[in-house]
T-cell receptor
Framework: DGGITQSPKYLFRKEGQNVTLSCEQN?????MYWYRQDPGQGLRLIYYSQIVNDFQKGDIAEGYSVSREKKESFPLTVTSAQKNPTAFYLC??????????????FGPGTRLTVT | AQSVTQLDSHVSVSEGTPVLLRCNYS??????LFWYVQHPNKGLQLLLKYTSAATLVKGINGFEAEFKKSETSFHLTKPSAHMSDAAEYFCVVRGRGGADGLTFGKGTHLIIQP
């Protein structure tokens, strides 16, 4: 089955700890994305990557870090510097095309709770 | 720059009646537009997309949307609601190429009354 997997589904951490969320895709997509979803706010882009070993900040990158060492994988680390890390995190991937008419495919999400 | 406004945060309909979820957009470019659906604690699933071909777009599960440039709208409709349609729906606009060009609306929560 082709698709995007995120693990774990639920994650609990104490304040002050870094935590890494996993995202893997076997769709052979070039681009991968991380979004944060809070109630009533839609999705906000954290980071994205269009190619291996390269990534760009999105709208709310502060307190987060990413890596893209393999085309299939795009892990997100929520650092202790993120002031309000409790949220639902969604990973997505897509092909790249010149005019951007491609859609993004989403993983099932990870719900992170920090206390 | 582009933006998208979903005009209703909640919509409630009875099972078997029509569904209308409203979306207005603004874009400096010729936009690509999408509707996604999200069931509770799940990822987003693409319902349909508009990419400058036919203005009436048919999607999965009986949904369709019409692109109206003069009204800058891309409303989502379904003739007859089913209980399984209860979910959050997101209107999304991409105004230009590039991975950073996707803008999400805040979502419309669709409630289906039995």
């Amino acid at each position: 089955d082709g698709g995007i997997t995120q693990s774990p589904k639920y994650l609990f951490r104490k304040e002050g700890q870094n935590v890494t969320l996993s995202c893997e895709q076997n769709l052979n997509h070039d681009a991968m994305y991380w979004y944060r979803q809070d109630p009533g706010q839609g999705l906000r882009l954290i980071y994205y990557s269009q190619i291996v070993n390269d990534f760009q900040k999105g709208d709310i990158a502060e307190g987060y870090s990413v890596s893209r060492e393999k085309k299939e994988s795009f892990p997100l680390t929520v650092t202790s510097a993120q002031k309000n890390p409790t949220a639902f995190y969604l990973c997505a991937s897509s092909y790249l095309s010149g005019q951007g008419t491609y859609e993004q495919y989403f993983g099932p999400g990870t719900r992170l709770t920090v206390t | 720059a582009q933006s998208v406004t979903q005009l209703d945060s909640h919509v409630s309909v009875s099972e078997g009646t029509p569904v209308l979820l409203r979306c207005n957009y603004s874009s400096s470019y010729s936009p690509s537009l999408f509707w996604y659906v999200q069931h509770p604690n799940k990822g987003l699933q693409l319902l349909l997309k508009y990419t400058s071909a036919a203005t009436l777009v048919k999607g999965i599960n009986g949904f369709e949307a019409e692109f109206k440039k003069s009204e800058t709208s891309f409303h989502l409709t379904k003739p007859s609601a089913h209980m399984s349609d209860a979910a959050e729906y997101f209107c999304v606009v991409r105004g230009r190429g590039g991975a950073d060009g996707l803008t999400f609306g805040k979502g419309t929560h669709l409630i289906i009354q039995p």
